[in-house]
């Protein structure tokens, strides 16, 4: 017997339209969100958006952020 392989995006589509049927929409979009992986290459992006600072100026960024606002009564 021989099965027709269908395009991955049609089974993609059929799959997510079954999810979605079965367990809502919101719940179909926590599932798929919690199986996806990404993209990109982490490491390298990280070593080209933190090159121009230190250390110090990291934990001093954290540190201002971390800082309670005062609060007018």
């Known amino acids: ?3 027709e392989q269908r395009p991955m995006s049609e ?3 059929d799959a997510i339209n ?3 049927s ?3 929409t919101a719940n179909t979009a926590r599932f798929i969100n919690y199986f996806s992986v990404g993209f ?4 390298e ?3 080209e958006i933190f090159a121009k600072f230190t250390v110090d100026d990291i ?3 954290i540190r201002a952020k971390k800082k309670p606002s005062k609060k007018k009564s």
């Not at 990109?40 to 490491?43: R, S």
């Open 59 to 61: 934990v001093t960024e």
């Open 1 to 3: 017997m021989m099965i």
């Open 45 to 47: 992006d990280r070593k």
């Open 18 to 20: 079954i999810l979605a």
């Open 22 to 24: 079965q367990i809502g």
């Open 11 to 13: 089974v993609i589509s």
């Open 40 to 43: 990109g290459d982490y490491t």
